[in-house]
C-alpha cells in the first residue's frame, strides 16, 4: 500500500448542494448566531485570519448533561471568504478525543448554477481513529449525533427551508 | 430527474451497491483498486462510478497524480433526514432501543 492511499483512509470527505449563496453557507459555518441553529447546536467564536483562534462552544442542552464548556478548539490556516476554509480542529469535551489531537479541517465552497452552491467538507483524520468514527456517524446510537454528514443534512435544511431539524431530539435518539 | 431519483437509481445496481461497500470498508481507492476487485472491464467499473458520482454517492478528490474515490453519505442522510424519517423514527428507535435491552440482557 502506498503512502497516498494510507492517508486517503483516514480522509473523510463530505458533499452536499446547497441553494443559497456562498455567502450564506459561509455565514451559516462561521457565525454563531447562525452555527447555534443546525447539528451540534453550539456557537464558535472564529478569528478569520491565519494563525487566529476557533472555539466551538457546547450548546445549552450539552452542558445541562455536564459537558464543558468548550467542545472544540483549533487554528485558521486560511481563510478566503466566501470560498475556503482550512484550520485545525481538535475534541477537548472529552479526554479520549482530545488526546487524538489535532486535525485538518477545509470547507471548499463553489458557486453553481441555479443559484445552488456546492459545499465539500473534507477532514483529514490522521491518528483520529475515535473522532474518525465520531464524525462519521458511528456512535449515533449512543447519542453522540450522526457526525458530519447529519450537520450537513441539516445545514442545508435550515438554508433552504429556514428551519433545522429537531436538534435535541435527534441527540437523545436511540 | 431530481437529486433523490438518481440515488435510488444508483442504489438500485447491485456493482454499485458493492462499489460503495468497498469504499465504506476503505474509503479513498483508486479505479485500479476498485477495479481489481470486479470482475469487470475497466470501461464497466467507470461507467457505474460515473453514475455514483452524478448521485453524489461517490466524490473524487486528486491527491498528487491520483485520482481518489471517497464514498459520500450525505445524499443518503438527506433522504433518512427528509424523508424516512418522519415515517419510520419512532418505530425504529424503539427496535433499537429493544435490540439494545435484549443484546444487554444477553451478556449479563
Same mark, same amino acid.
Request: negative net charge; glycine residues 10%; proline residues 4%.
Given at each position: ?30 457565525? !454563531? ?18 494563525? &487566529?483562534?476557533?472555539? $466551538? ?9 455536564? $459537558? !464543558? ?11 478566503? !471568504? ?10 477537548? +469535551? %472529552? ?5 487524538? &489531537? ?5 470547507? %471548499?465552497? $463553489?458557486?453553481?448554477? &441555479? ?5 465539500? =467538507? ?16 458511528? =456512535?449515533?446510537? =449512543? ?11 441539516? =445545514? ?8 433545522? +431539524? ?7 435518539? &436511540? | ?12 445496481? #447491485? /456493482? ?13 481507492? /483508486? ?9 469487470? /472491464? ?30 459520500? #453519505?450525505? #445524499? ?33
Amino acid at each position: 500500500m502506498t503512502t497516498s492511499t494510507d492517508t486517503a483512509v483516514t480522509t473523510q470527505v463530505y458533499r452536499v448542494y446547497i441553494k443559497a449563496s456562498p455567502e450564506r453557507i459561509w455565514q451559516a459555518i462561521t457565525d !454563531p448566531a447562525w452555527t447555534a441553529r443546525y447539528g451540534y447546536g453550539g456557537t464558535v467564536d472564529y478569528d478569520l485570519r491565519p494563525g &487566529g483562534k476557533y472555539i $466551538a462552544f457546547t450548546s445549552d442542552e450539552m452542558r445541562a448533561t455536564g $459537558a !464543558p464548556d468548550v467542545a472544540i478548539d483549533g487554528e485558521v490556516l486560511e481563510a478566503d !471568504p466566501p470560498r475556503k476554509l482550512v484550520q485545525t480542529w481538535r475534541m477537548v +469535551m %472529552d479526554p479520549q478525543m482530545e488526546s487524538e &489531537g489535532f486535525t485538518k479541517l477545509t470547507y %471548499d465552497i $463553489a458557486e453553481g448554477e &441555479g443559484g445552488v452552491s456546492k459545499l465539500t =467538507l473534507t477532514h483529514e483524520l490522521e491518528g483520529a481513529p475515535g473522532l474518525a468514527t465520531l464524525l462519521s456517524g458511528g =456512535l449515533e446510537e =449512543l447519542g453522540a449525533g450522526g457526525g458530519w454528514a447529519w450537520v450537513l443534512s441539516d =445545514l442545508k435544511t435550515l438554508l433552504e427551508t429556514g428551519n433545522g +431539524m429537531d436538534t435535541e431530539h435527534a441527540l437523545n435518539q &436511540g | 430527474m431530481n437529486d433523490d431519483d438518481r440515488v435510488f437509481k444508483a442504489l438500485a445496481d #447491485p /456493482t454499485r451497491r458493492f462499489l460503495l461497500d468497498l469504499l465504506y470498508e476503505r474509503d479513498g481507492r /483508486t479505479l485500479t483498486q476498485l477495479e481489481s476487485e470486479l470482475e469487470m /472491464t475497466r470501461f464497466g467499473v467507470m461507467k457505474h462510478l460515473r453514475v455514483l458520482e452524478d448521485a453524489g454517492l461517490v466524490v473524487t478528490h486528486r491527491q498528487g497524480r491520483e485520482k481518489l474515490h471517497f464514498l459520500n #453519505p450525505v #445524499p443518503v442522510r438527506l433522504i433518512h433526514d427528509r424523508w424516512i424519517d418522519k415515517y419510520t423514527e419512532r418505530r425504529v428507535s424503539a427496535l433499537a432501543e429493544l435490540k439494545q435491552e435484549l443484546e444487554g440482557e444477553g451478556t449479563a
